[in-house]
Protein backbone atom coordinates (compact mmCIF):
# COMPACT_ATOMS: atom_id res chain seq x y z
CA UNK A 1 0.00 0.00 0.00
CA UNK A 2 1.39 3.55 -0.99
CA UNK A 3 0.46 4.76 2.66
CA UNK A 4 -1.99 3.10 4.67
CA UNK A 5 -3.53 6.19 5.94
CA UNK A 6 -3.32 8.11 2.72
CA UNK A 7 -6.88 8.06 1.83
CA UNK A 8 -7.77 9.13 5.05
CA UNK A 9 -5.45 12.09 5.35
CA UNK A 10 -5.79 13.39 2.10
CA UNK A 11 -8.81 14.54 0.10
CA UNK A 12 -8.87 13.98 -3.83
CA UNK A 13 -8.01 16.95 -5.62
CA UNK A 14 -8.10 17.56 -10.07
CA UNK A 15 -6.65 19.15 -11.81
CA UNK A 16 -8.41 22.34 -13.31
CA UNK A 17 -8.75 22.49 -16.78
CA UNK A 18 -7.93 25.53 -18.36
CA UNK A 19 -10.50 28.75 -18.06
CA UNK A 20 -13.46 28.39 -20.94
CA UNK A 21 -13.03 31.78 -21.93
CA UNK A 22 -9.17 31.15 -22.69
CA UNK A 23 -9.12 27.60 -23.75
CA UNK A 24 -12.05 28.62 -26.59
CA UNK A 25 -9.75 30.64 -28.17
CA UNK A 26 -7.20 27.92 -29.28
CA UNK A 27 -6.88 24.01 -30.36
CA UNK A 28 -4.92 22.82 -27.37
CA UNK A 29 -5.64 20.47 -24.65
CA UNK A 30 -7.89 22.07 -22.45
CA UNK A 31 -6.63 19.86 -19.46
CA UNK A 32 -4.09 21.39 -16.67
CA UNK A 33 -1.47 19.06 -14.76
CA UNK A 34 -0.70 19.28 -10.80
CA UNK A 35 2.77 19.59 -9.61
CA UNK A 36 4.38 16.12 -9.12
CA UNK A 37 4.32 16.36 -5.18
CA UNK A 38 0.72 16.99 -5.26
CA UNK A 39 0.05 13.92 -7.41
CA UNK A 40 2.42 11.83 -5.35
CA UNK A 41 0.15 12.85 -2.72
CA UNK A 42 -2.99 11.56 -4.26
CA UNK A 43 -1.40 8.41 -5.45
CA UNK A 44 -1.41 7.62 -1.54
CA UNK A 45 -4.64 7.16 -1.51
CA UNK A 46 -4.79 3.91 -2.92
CA UNK A 47 -5.57 1.78 -0.78
CA UNK A 48 -4.06 -1.22 -2.44
CA UNK A 49 -7.18 -3.32 -1.96
CA UNK A 50 -7.42 -7.42 -1.43
CA UNK A 51 -9.58 -7.13 -4.62
CA UNK A 52 -8.65 -4.38 -6.83
CA UNK A 53 -11.83 -4.27 -8.75
CA UNK A 54 -9.88 -1.00 -11.06
CA UNK A 55 -7.88 -3.52 -12.52
CA UNK A 56 -10.29 -6.32 -13.01
CA UNK A 57 -11.68 -5.42 -16.77
CA UNK A 58 -14.93 -7.57 -16.23
CA UNK A 59 -18.44 -7.06 -17.98
CA UNK A 60 -21.28 -6.75 -15.43
CA UNK A 61 -24.57 -6.09 -16.61
CA UNK A 62 -23.39 -5.02 -20.10
CA UNK A 63 -21.02 -2.82 -18.78
CA UNK A 64 -17.03 -2.27 -17.97
CA UNK A 65 -16.23 -2.93 -14.59
CA UNK A 66 -12.37 -1.29 -14.23
CA UNK A 67 -9.87 -1.36 -16.69
CA UNK A 68 -9.88 -3.29 -19.81
CA UNK A 69 -6.47 -3.33 -19.89
CA UNK A 70 -5.71 -5.03 -16.92
CA UNK A 71 -3.83 -2.39 -15.54
CA UNK A 72 -1.73 -3.11 -12.33
CA UNK A 73 -2.94 0.68 -10.82
CA UNK A 74 -2.43 0.08 -7.28
CA UNK A 75 1.29 -1.46 -8.11
CA UNK A 76 2.51 1.77 -10.19
CA UNK A 77 0.23 4.12 -7.58
CA UNK A 78 2.40 3.22 -4.97
CA UNK A 79 5.61 3.17 -6.97
CA UNK A 80 4.38 7.18 -7.59
CA UNK A 81 4.06 7.99 -4.14
CA UNK A 82 7.41 6.51 -3.33
CA UNK A 83 9.03 9.00 -6.31
CA UNK A 84 10.34 5.26 -8.10
CA UNK A 85 8.97 6.97 -11.46
CA UNK A 86 11.40 4.64 -13.66
CA UNK A 87 9.93 1.49 -12.16
CA UNK A 88 6.51 3.10 -12.16
CA UNK A 89 6.82 3.43 -15.70
CA UNK A 90 8.10 -0.02 -16.43
CA UNK A 91 5.26 -1.57 -14.29
CA UNK A 92 2.72 0.70 -16.28
CA UNK A 93 3.69 -0.35 -20.15
CA UNK A 94 3.59 -4.18 -19.31
CA UNK A 95 0.09 -3.70 -19.70
CA UNK A 96 -0.54 -0.34 -21.65
CA UNK A 97 0.51 0.47 -24.86
CA UNK A 98 -0.41 3.90 -25.01
CA UNK A 99 -0.92 5.40 -21.56
CA UNK A 100 -0.23 8.89 -23.12
CA UNK A 101 -3.33 8.13 -25.14
CA UNK A 102 -5.94 6.47 -22.39
CA UNK A 103 -4.64 8.98 -19.90
CA UNK A 104 -6.39 11.97 -21.72
CA UNK A 105 -9.30 10.61 -23.92
CA UNK A 106 -10.49 7.01 -21.50
CA UNK A 107 -13.30 7.79 -19.22
CA UNK A 108 -11.65 5.86 -16.64
CA UNK A 109 -13.41 3.23 -16.19
CA UNK A 110 -10.50 2.47 -13.24
CA UNK A 111 -11.96 4.90 -11.08
CA UNK A 112 -15.75 3.83 -11.53
CA UNK A 113 -14.67 0.56 -9.62
CA UNK A 114 -12.35 1.85 -7.55
CA UNK A 115 -13.21 0.43 -3.79
CA UNK A 116 -12.47 3.89 -2.07
CA UNK A 117 -15.54 5.41 -4.62
CA UNK A 118 -17.85 3.74 -2.46
CA UNK A 119 -17.93 6.09 0.42
CA UNK A 120 -15.29 8.63 -1.05
CA UNK A 121 -13.81 9.81 -4.34
CA UNK A 122 -11.70 7.57 -6.15
CA UNK A 123 -8.81 7.44 -6.26
CA UNK A 124 -6.88 10.02 -9.05
CA UNK A 125 -5.85 7.44 -11.41
CA UNK A 126 -6.08 9.07 -14.68
CA UNK A 127 -4.09 11.62 -13.22
CA UNK A 128 -1.38 9.10 -12.04
CA UNK A 129 -0.95 7.37 -15.67
CA UNK A 130 -0.56 11.01 -17.79
CA UNK A 131 2.12 11.49 -15.05
CA UNK A 132 4.18 8.63 -15.17
CA UNK A 133 4.12 8.17 -18.97
CA UNK A 134 4.76 12.17 -18.89
CA UNK A 135 7.87 12.33 -16.60
CA UNK A 136 9.01 9.17 -18.76
CA UNK A 137 9.11 10.65 -22.04
CA UNK A 138 10.55 13.67 -20.00
CA UNK A 139 13.37 11.94 -18.66
CA UNK A 140 14.38 9.78 -21.64
CA UNK A 141 13.37 6.69 -19.93
CA UNK A 142 10.85 6.39 -23.72
CA UNK A 143 13.24 5.30 -25.74
CA UNK A 144 13.20 2.73 -29.08
CA UNK A 145 13.71 -0.75 -28.12
CA UNK A 146 13.46 -2.79 -31.34
CA UNK A 147 13.19 -6.80 -31.00
CA UNK A 148 16.87 -8.14 -30.60
CA UNK A 149 16.02 -11.47 -33.25
CA UNK A 150 13.32 -11.56 -35.92
CA UNK A 151 11.13 -14.53 -36.52
CA UNK A 152 11.13 -13.98 -40.37
CA UNK A 153 7.59 -13.72 -40.73
CA UNK A 154 5.65 -10.69 -42.08
CA UNK A 155 2.28 -9.03 -40.45
CA UNK A 156 0.01 -6.70 -42.43
CA UNK A 157 -2.08 -4.50 -40.57
CA UNK A 158 -4.91 -2.53 -41.86
CA UNK A 159 -5.82 0.76 -40.13
CA UNK A 160 -3.89 3.18 -37.72
CA UNK A 161 -6.25 3.59 -35.35
CA UNK A 162 -6.03 2.58 -31.55
CA UNK A 163 -6.38 -0.82 -32.06
CA UNK A 164 -4.05 -1.37 -35.07
CA UNK A 165 -1.37 0.77 -33.73
CA UNK A 166 -1.30 -1.36 -30.24
CA UNK A 167 -1.28 -4.55 -32.53
CA UNK A 168 1.78 -3.93 -34.92
CA UNK A 169 3.37 -2.30 -31.43
CA UNK A 170 2.96 -5.82 -30.09
CA UNK A 171 3.50 -7.75 -33.17
CA UNK A 172 6.88 -5.80 -33.37
CA UNK A 173 7.95 -6.91 -30.15
CA UNK A 174 7.58 -9.90 -30.45
CA UNK A 175 10.07 -9.79 -33.53
CA UNK A 176 7.55 -10.24 -36.20
CA UNK A 177 8.35 -7.44 -39.24
CA UNK A 178 4.62 -5.57 -39.55
CA UNK A 179 3.65 -2.94 -42.19
CA UNK A 180 0.90 -0.71 -41.49
CA UNK A 181 -1.76 0.35 -43.79
CA UNK A 182 -3.61 3.40 -43.59
CA UNK A 183 -5.73 5.05 -46.34
CA UNK A 184 -5.36 8.58 -45.00
CA UNK A 185 -2.67 11.14 -45.18
CA UNK A 186 -1.81 10.61 -41.34
CA UNK A 187 -1.14 7.75 -39.12
CA UNK A 188 -3.34 7.67 -36.33
CA UNK A 189 -7.34 6.45 -37.48
CA UNK A 190 -9.52 7.56 -35.08
CA UNK A 191 -7.16 9.31 -32.60
CA UNK A 192 -5.99 11.42 -35.53
CA UNK A 193 -9.17 12.46 -37.15
CA UNK A 194 -11.95 11.40 -35.11
CA UNK A 195 -11.21 12.76 -31.61
CA UNK A 196 -10.37 16.91 -31.49
CA UNK A 197 -6.80 18.20 -30.77
CA UNK A 198 -8.28 19.86 -27.45
CA UNK A 199 -8.45 16.39 -26.20
CA UNK A 200 -5.50 14.76 -27.60
CA UNK A 201 -2.68 17.04 -29.14
CA UNK A 202 -1.97 15.05 -32.35
CA UNK A 203 2.37 15.48 -31.66
CA UNK A 204 1.61 12.70 -29.12
CA UNK A 205 0.76 10.87 -32.25
CA UNK A 206 3.48 11.79 -33.99
CA UNK A 207 5.80 11.02 -31.22
CA UNK A 208 4.39 7.68 -30.76
CA UNK A 209 4.81 6.86 -34.31
CA UNK A 210 8.10 8.18 -34.48
CA UNK A 211 9.00 5.85 -31.75
CA UNK A 212 7.38 2.76 -33.25
CA UNK A 213 9.14 3.62 -36.63
CA UNK A 214 12.62 3.81 -34.94
CA UNK A 215 12.01 0.09 -33.85
CA UNK A 216 10.93 -1.33 -37.19
CA UNK A 217 7.42 -0.63 -37.85
CA UNK A 218 7.12 0.41 -41.28
CA UNK A 219 3.53 2.92 -42.39
CA UNK A 220 2.30 3.23 -45.45
CA UNK A 221 -0.49 6.79 -45.15
CA UNK A 222 -2.36 6.96 -48.46
CA UNK A 223 -2.98 3.24 -48.91
CA UNK A 224 -6.67 1.94 -49.45
CA UNK A 225 -6.78 -1.95 -49.60
CA UNK A 226 -9.02 -2.30 -51.89
CA UNK A 227 -8.57 0.64 -53.91
CA UNK A 228 -4.68 1.66 -54.23
CA UNK A 229 -3.38 -2.16 -53.26
CA UNK A 230 -6.27 -5.34 -53.84
CA UNK A 231 -7.20 -7.05 -50.67
CA UNK A 232 -6.05 -10.41 -52.04
CA UNK A 233 -2.22 -9.35 -52.08
CA UNK A 234 -2.42 -8.63 -49.06
CA UNK A 235 -2.48 -12.49 -48.02
CA UNK A 236 0.65 -13.31 -50.60
CA UNK A 237 2.66 -10.92 -50.29
CA UNK A 238 2.07 -11.25 -46.28
CA UNK A 239 2.11 -14.28 -43.88
CA UNK A 240 -0.56 -12.75 -41.91
CA UNK A 241 -3.33 -9.74 -42.62
CA UNK A 242 -4.84 -7.85 -38.78
CA UNK A 243 -7.72 -6.14 -40.04
CA UNK A 244 -8.19 -2.94 -37.42
CA UNK A 245 -10.03 -0.84 -39.84
CA UNK A 246 -12.66 0.89 -37.28
CA UNK A 247 -16.43 1.03 -37.31
CA UNK A 248 -17.00 4.33 -39.06
CA UNK A 249 -20.27 4.28 -41.25
CA UNK A 250 -22.03 6.33 -39.57
CA UNK A 251 -26.24 6.14 -38.74
CA UNK A 252 -28.20 8.36 -40.46
CA UNK A 253 -31.55 10.43 -39.83
CA UNK A 254 -34.23 9.10 -41.90
CA UNK A 255 -36.13 12.19 -42.19
CA UNK A 256 -37.68 14.57 -44.33
CA UNK A 257 -35.46 17.36 -45.38
CA UNK A 258 -32.23 15.14 -44.79
CA UNK A 259 -30.70 15.99 -48.29
CA UNK A 260 -30.48 19.88 -47.43
CA UNK A 261 -27.19 21.52 -47.52
CA UNK A 262 -25.59 22.05 -44.15
CA UNK A 263 -26.59 18.94 -42.93
CA UNK A 264 -23.64 16.34 -42.32
CA UNK A 265 -22.43 13.44 -40.29
CA UNK A 266 -20.38 14.52 -37.14
CA UNK A 267 -17.29 12.36 -37.82
CA UNK A 268 -16.36 13.94 -41.29
CA UNK A 269 -17.03 17.90 -39.54
CA UNK A 270 -14.33 16.99 -37.01
CA UNK A 271 -12.12 14.98 -39.69
CA UNK A 272 -11.78 17.72 -41.88
CA UNK A 273 -11.92 20.26 -38.74
CA UNK A 274 -9.10 18.84 -38.10
CA UNK A 275 -7.39 17.77 -40.97
CA UNK A 276 -7.35 22.12 -41.86
CA UNK A 277 -6.03 22.48 -38.37
CA UNK A 278 -3.01 20.43 -39.16
CA UNK A 279 -2.65 21.55 -42.67
CA UNK A 280 -2.99 25.44 -42.22
CA UNK A 281 -3.68 26.12 -38.75
CA UNK A 282 -7.67 26.43 -41.07
CA UNK A 283 -6.20 28.75 -43.00
CA UNK A 284 -6.98 26.85 -46.17
CA UNK A 285 -10.91 26.68 -45.01
CA UNK A 286 -11.46 23.15 -45.93
CA UNK A 287 -13.67 22.42 -43.41
CA UNK A 288 -16.95 22.93 -42.69
CA UNK A 289 -17.16 26.38 -40.28
CA UNK A 290 -20.21 27.03 -37.70
CA UNK A 291 -18.98 30.40 -37.36
CA UNK A 292 -22.20 32.78 -36.61
CA UNK A 293 -24.41 29.74 -37.22
CA UNK A 294 -27.69 28.56 -35.05
CA UNK A 295 -25.93 24.78 -34.79
CA UNK A 296 -28.11 21.85 -33.84
CA UNK A 297 -26.50 18.54 -33.00
CA UNK A 298 -28.39 15.65 -33.00
CA UNK A 299 -27.12 12.52 -30.48
CA UNK A 300 -24.85 12.44 -27.38
CA UNK A 301 -21.88 10.48 -26.27
CA UNK A 302 -18.33 11.69 -27.19
CA UNK A 303 -18.72 12.52 -30.50
CA UNK A 304 -21.51 15.04 -30.21
CA UNK A 305 -20.13 16.74 -26.95
CA UNK A 306 -16.74 17.26 -29.29
CA UNK A 307 -19.16 18.79 -31.87
CA UNK A 308 -20.44 21.04 -29.80
CA UNK A 309 -16.73 22.00 -28.47
CA UNK A 310 -15.69 22.46 -31.86
CA UNK A 311 -18.72 24.56 -33.06
CA UNK A 312 -18.02 27.10 -29.80
CA UNK A 313 -14.39 27.48 -31.33
CA UNK A 314 -15.28 28.79 -34.79
CA UNK A 315 -17.71 31.36 -33.10
CA UNK A 316 -20.93 29.50 -33.69
CA UNK A 317 -24.11 32.09 -32.36
CA UNK A 318 -25.97 29.57 -30.64
CA UNK A 319 -25.29 25.15 -30.10
CA UNK A 320 -28.42 22.83 -28.85
CA UNK A 321 -27.68 19.26 -28.25
CA UNK A 322 -31.03 16.70 -29.37
CA UNK A 323 -31.01 13.07 -27.46
CA UNK A 324 -34.06 10.90 -28.18
CA UNK A 325 -33.27 9.14 -24.25
CA UNK A 326 -34.05 10.65 -21.07
CA UNK A 327 -31.12 12.34 -19.05
CA UNK A 328 -29.10 9.92 -16.83
CA UNK A 329 -29.92 10.08 -13.27
CA UNK A 330 -27.69 12.15 -10.77
CA UNK A 331 -26.60 9.25 -8.47
CA UNK A 332 -26.41 5.54 -9.07
CA UNK A 333 -29.44 3.58 -9.23
CA UNK A 334 -29.95 0.82 -6.96
CA UNK A 335 -30.02 -1.10 -10.15
CA UNK A 336 -26.56 0.28 -11.39
CA UNK A 337 -24.27 -0.78 -8.36
CA UNK A 338 -20.72 -0.68 -7.78
CA UNK A 339 -18.24 -1.65 -8.97
CA UNK A 340 -20.18 -1.00 -12.14
CA UNK A 341 -19.20 2.02 -14.23
CA UNK A 342 -21.72 4.75 -13.00
CA UNK A 343 -24.56 5.37 -15.65
CA UNK A 344 -25.06 9.24 -13.75
CA UNK A 345 -25.28 12.78 -15.48
CA UNK A 346 -22.03 13.99 -16.51
CA UNK A 347 -21.43 17.60 -17.63
CA UNK A 348 -18.62 17.45 -20.00
CA UNK A 349 -16.37 20.38 -21.23
CA UNK A 350 -17.98 20.37 -23.94
CA UNK A 351 -21.00 21.17 -22.14
CA UNK A 352 -19.43 23.36 -19.60
CA UNK A 353 -18.33 25.66 -22.31
CA UNK A 354 -21.57 26.09 -23.87
CA UNK A 355 -22.73 27.10 -20.12
CA UNK A 356 -20.86 29.46 -19.78
CA UNK A 357 -20.87 31.28 -23.33
CA UNK A 358 -25.29 30.70 -23.50
CA UNK A 359 -25.97 30.54 -19.95
CA UNK A 360 -27.80 26.75 -20.54
CA UNK A 361 -26.84 23.13 -21.06
CA UNK A 362 -26.71 22.68 -24.38
CA UNK A 363 -28.44 19.19 -24.14
CA UNK A 364 -32.14 18.83 -24.44
CA UNK A 365 -33.25 15.13 -23.43
CA UNK A 366 -36.25 13.16 -24.86
CA UNK A 367 -36.71 14.52 -28.10
CA UNK A 368 -36.88 13.15 -31.91
CA UNK A 369 -36.50 14.94 -34.89
CA UNK A 370 -39.30 14.95 -37.11
CA UNK A 371 -38.49 16.92 -40.42
CA UNK A 372 -36.17 19.05 -41.50
CA UNK A 373 -36.71 22.29 -43.05
CA UNK A 374 -34.61 23.98 -45.77
CA UNK A 375 -35.25 27.59 -47.24
CA UNK A 376 -35.49 28.74 -50.88
CA UNK A 377 -31.95 27.85 -51.47
CA UNK A 378 -31.63 24.10 -50.27
CA UNK A 379 -29.80 25.15 -47.35
CA UNK A 380 -31.15 24.03 -43.63
CA UNK A 381 -33.27 26.61 -42.20
CA UNK A 382 -35.23 24.86 -39.14
CA UNK A 383 -35.36 21.38 -37.41
CA UNK A 384 -39.00 20.65 -36.49
CA UNK A 385 -38.81 18.52 -32.96
CA UNK A 386 -41.42 17.08 -30.96
CA UNK A 387 -40.77 15.48 -27.44
CA UNK A 388 -41.07 12.19 -26.14
CA UNK A 389 -41.89 10.20 -22.92
CA UNK A 390 -40.40 6.68 -22.22
CA UNK A 391 -42.12 5.94 -19.17
CA UNK A 392 -44.70 3.53 -20.61
CA UNK A 393 -41.87 1.14 -21.51
CA UNK A 394 -41.83 2.19 -25.11
CA UNK A 395 -41.11 5.72 -27.28
CA UNK A 396 -44.36 7.63 -27.08
CA UNK A 397 -44.88 11.41 -28.81
CA UNK A 398 -46.12 13.76 -26.24
CA UNK A 399 -48.85 15.49 -27.91
CA UNK A 400 -48.37 19.52 -28.19
CA UNK A 401 -44.60 19.54 -28.01
CA UNK A 402 -43.84 20.00 -31.31
CA UNK A 403 -40.79 22.56 -31.31
CA UNK A 404 -39.32 24.46 -34.62
CA UNK A 405 -35.55 25.23 -33.88
CA UNK A 406 -33.50 27.39 -35.78
CA UNK A 407 -30.89 26.26 -37.63
CA UNK A 408 -27.89 26.45 -40.50
CA UNK A 409 -25.97 23.80 -39.63
CA UNK A 410 -26.76 20.11 -38.47
CA UNK A 411 -24.34 17.49 -37.11
CA UNK A 412 -25.45 14.05 -37.07
CA UNK A 413 -23.87 11.82 -34.30
CA UNK A 414 -26.18 9.14 -33.72
CA UNK A 415 -23.57 6.37 -33.17
CA UNK A 416 -22.09 3.44 -35.89
CA UNK A 417 -23.50 0.77 -38.33
CA UNK A 418 -20.27 -1.03 -38.63
CA UNK A 419 -16.91 -0.94 -40.57
CA UNK A 420 -16.44 -0.46 -44.50
CA UNK A 421 -17.69 -3.46 -46.37
CA UNK A 422 -15.67 -3.31 -49.39
CA UNK A 423 -12.39 -4.80 -47.93
CA UNK A 424 -14.78 -7.50 -45.92
CA UNK A 425 -16.42 -8.47 -49.78
CA UNK A 426 -13.39 -8.31 -51.60
CA UNK A 427 -11.73 -10.98 -49.04
CA UNK A 428 -15.18 -13.31 -48.50
CA UNK A 429 -15.20 -12.68 -44.34
CA UNK A 430 -18.04 -13.41 -42.57
CA UNK A 431 -20.32 -10.96 -40.60
CA UNK A 432 -21.71 -11.42 -37.41
CA UNK A 433 -25.40 -10.04 -37.10
CA UNK A 434 -24.55 -6.06 -36.50
CA UNK A 435 -22.57 -6.26 -39.54
CA UNK A 436 -19.10 -6.42 -38.03
CA UNK A 437 -16.20 -9.28 -39.12
CA UNK A 438 -17.04 -12.17 -37.46
CA UNK A 439 -13.68 -13.37 -35.07
CA UNK A 440 -13.98 -14.73 -31.83
CA UNK A 441 -12.59 -13.06 -28.79
CA UNK A 442 -9.74 -15.16 -27.78
CA UNK A 443 -7.94 -15.99 -31.18
CA UNK A 444 -9.66 -13.44 -33.21
CA UNK A 445 -9.49 -15.62 -35.97
CA UNK A 446 -11.78 -15.34 -39.08
CA UNK A 447 -13.16 -18.13 -41.68
CA UNK A 448 -9.89 -16.71 -44.19
CA UNK A 449 -6.88 -18.59 -43.08
CA UNK A 450 -4.04 -16.22 -41.77
CA UNK A 451 -6.74 -13.61 -41.80
CA UNK A 452 -7.42 -12.04 -37.70
CA UNK A 453 -9.83 -8.40 -36.69
CA UNK A 454 -9.90 -6.54 -34.04
CA UNK A 455 -10.66 -3.31 -32.65
CA UNK A 456 -14.33 -1.67 -33.29
CA UNK A 457 -14.11 -3.63 -36.52
CA UNK A 458 -14.77 -6.74 -34.71
CA UNK A 459 -16.52 -5.57 -31.45
CA UNK A 460 -18.19 -2.59 -32.73
CA UNK A 461 -18.27 0.80 -31.49
CA UNK A 462 -16.67 1.23 -27.88
CA UNK A 463 -13.84 3.06 -26.27
CA UNK A 464 -10.26 3.39 -26.89
CA UNK A 465 -9.06 1.68 -24.24
CA UNK A 466 -11.16 -1.58 -25.21
CA UNK A 467 -9.48 -1.08 -29.18
CA UNK A 468 -5.98 -1.03 -27.38
CA UNK A 469 -7.11 -4.09 -25.37
CA UNK A 470 -8.76 -5.53 -28.69
CA UNK A 471 -5.19 -4.74 -30.80
CA UNK A 472 -2.96 -6.53 -28.03
CA UNK A 473 -4.75 -9.54 -28.00
CA UNK A 474 -5.16 -10.19 -31.59
CA UNK A 475 -1.14 -9.70 -31.80
CA UNK A 476 -1.04 -12.61 -29.47
CA UNK A 477 -3.35 -14.96 -31.19
CA UNK A 478 -1.23 -13.75 -34.71
CA UNK A 479 2.28 -14.52 -33.50
CA UNK A 480 0.38 -17.98 -32.12
CA UNK A 481 -0.79 -18.79 -34.88
CA UNK A 482 2.65 -17.99 -37.01
CA UNK A 483 4.69 -19.15 -34.72
CA UNK A 484 2.85 -22.16 -32.20
CA UNK A 485 4.64 -19.71 -29.41
Not at 75 to 91: D, H, I, P, S, V
Not at 92 to 97: D, G, Q, W
Not at 355 to 379: A, H, M, Q, V, Y
Request: hydrophobic content about 35%; glycine content about 10%.
Amino acid sequence: MAKPTGFLEQVRENAPDRPVRERIRDWNDFHTTLPLEQLKAQSARCMDCGTAFCQMGLMLNGTASGCPLNNLIPEWNELLYKGMYEQAYKRLIKTSSFPEFTSRVCPALCEGSCTLGLNDAAVTTKQSERAIIEHAYESGLVKPRPPKTRTGKKVAVVGSGPSGLACADALNKLGNSVTVFEKDDRVGGLLMYGIPNMKLEKQLIDRRVKLMQAEGVVFKTGVEIGRDIPAESLKKDFDAVVLCIGAKKPRDLAVAGRDCKGVCFAVDFLAANTKSLLDSGLADGNFVSAKDKDVIVIGGGDTGTDCVATAIRHGCKSVNQFEIMPAAPADRSEKNPWPEWPKTLKTDYGQEEAIELFGRDPRNFCLTTKKIECDESGNVKALHTVEVDWTGGGMKEVTGTEKVWPAQLVLIAMGFLGPDDKIIKDLSLGQDKRSNIDAKEGDYATNVEGVFAAGDARRGQSLVVWAIKEGRDAAAACHKYLTGK
